[in-house]
């Protein structure tokens, strides 16, 4: 995949005229004949947050330009290739999958980490991950739940060789597991919590809260777009930590999970148990995860870890140049 075209607006002609960084950055103040910032988002409580924003009109109130679309998670990568986005929410191995297929991007904000939704859950009567030894489970190889699938198993001193993969779409697994073709299943919310209601009994033997930082998720921009739209970028940034303490004030709290429930069609009541599997990272906490380190606890650490599975796995040949791909100062920025 290749990125496409960028917006067509007068500043994005003058970079690609190469007419010099300090043009591009001198237009930023100035973005009257520009086009909204086109930002992708889906259906995880990390990036569903953003629609406590959305509807109280803080993108707005912070003089940001922004229309976030609505998608499946991997269309909204499949339109960030095609240039139809200038950003996106992805897990940061996801970011580093699409810079080695050639949609650059560059992470810049951390929105959360999972903390319990991910999860490898299993039939009944399977008691523990290691009682999968020499059985089946459904997962779709080469995501972030086979990364999770490798740590738990790690943990409980397997390997990957104990265990037989069966390639599923994410949003099918709890119909695979529910078909008895498989002992367990990957999968992330809402689709692990879907498979444990239709499987009386289906519960899970590992869960990303047993592993934190392991995935990390990011708002990936093009680095078109960081260039020219950075003022933006910060702005939108200093909202998420609005947004964050929005939904973690126990005040507001109620409201928050209302408007992010009603954004996928679930009341609170159900919605919160989905929150409560995800850490939100606010300003301060992001810039730890920003400092660079070996560990799940730094961005760069996970990033790592990812790029090295992802290697391995054959989902791409060449290790990523990670500290290229990630870009830290526009939330150091932040007061």
Not at 13 to 36: F, N, Y
Not at 115 to 135: C, E, Q, S
Not at 205 to 230: C, E, K, M, N
Not at 272 to 286: N, R, S
Request: glycine share 10%; net charge negative.
């Amino acid at each position: 995949m290749t990125l496409g075209p960028a917006r067509p607006t007068t500043l994005r002609v003058l970079c690609s005229a190469l007419l010099g960084a300090l043009v591009c950055l001198a237009g930023l103040a100035a973005r009257v004949e520009a086009a909204p910032l086109r930002i992708g988002y889906s259906d995880w409580p990390g990036w569903i947050a953003w629609q406590v924003a959305i509807d109280k009109g803080w993108l707005k109130q912070a003089g940001l330009d922004v229309q976030f679309q609505w998608f499946d998670y991997s269309a909204s990568m499949d339109a960030f290739a095609a240039g139809q986005l200038d950003g996106d929410f992805v897990t940061n191995g996801d970011a580093l999958v699409m810079n080695a297929s050639g949609t650059r991007n560059v992470m810049i904000l951390v929105t959360d980490y999972s903390d319990g939704n991910d999860m490898i859950v299993a039939r009944p009567g399977i008691g523990a991950l290691r009682d999968l030894r020499g059985r089946k489970i459904g997962i779709e190889v080469g995501l972030v739940d086979e990364l999770l699938l490798i740590d738990g198993l790690h943990q409980a001193g397997m390997t990957l060789n104990e265990v037989t993969l069966v390639n599923v779409k994410t949003n099918e697994t709890p119909q695979v597991l529910a078909s008895g073709q498989v002992a367990a299943i990957g999968a992330w919310q809402p689709n692990s919590g879907e498979a444990m209601r239709i499987v009386p009994g289906a519960h899970p033997v590992f869960t990303s809260a047993q592993a934190p930082g392991l995935i990390y998720d990011v708002l990936a921009v093009s680095p078109q777009s960081l260039v020219i739209d950075r003022a933006d970028y910060i702005r939108l940034i200093a909202v998420w930590n609005r947004v964050v303490h929005y939904i973690e004030n126990p005040a507001t709290r109620a409201d928050a999970v209302r408007i992010m429930a009603a954004r996928v069609g679930l009341t609170s009541a159900q919605y919160v148990p989905l929150l409560a599997g995800t850490h939100l990272i606010d300003i301060a906490e992001a810039k730890k995860v920003f400092q660079i380190g070996e560990g799940l606890g730094s961005l760069y650490g996970s990033s790592q870890n990812a790029d090295a599975f992802n290697v391995h796995s054959g989902v791409y040949r060449s290790p990523q140049n990670i500290r290229a791909d990630i870009d830290p100062a526009l939330t150091d920025a932040q007061p």
